[in-house]
């Protein structure tokens, strides 16, 4: 019995990822945050001295799930997403 084909997924973009957020690279590596290209292809990055990609970096952000929609990079609006507990980009919770 042949077995269904594999979802095309793009690397590092997990099928249930519900944001997606561009970054303005040459903006960061102006900055002096570092990237690099893993073994599987995916960009990543350290951060900053504090492990944190600044929001400064990001040139839009997309809700995927469970519709695609733009959201606010303003500051001024704060979504059910953005209430929660922060995390660093090394996953450590942000004390508050």
């Known amino acids: ?55 400064k970096y990001f040139k839009e952000a997309l809700q995927l799930r469970p519709t695609r929609k733009p959201l606010s990079l303003s500051g001024n609006e704060e979504t059910e997403c953005q209430s929660g507990p922060k995390h660093s980009s090394r996953g450590r919770m942000i004390q508050q």
């Open 1 to 55: 019995m042949p077995q269904a084909p594999a979802p095309v997924v793009s690397a590092g973009m997990r099928p249930n990822c519900e944001v997606a957020v561009f970054i303005n690279g040459p903006l960061a590596l102006a900055d002096g945050i570092p990237f690099f290209r893993s073994a599987n292809g995916v960009i990543l990055t350290p951060g900053n001295a504090d492990g944190f990609l600044l929001p």
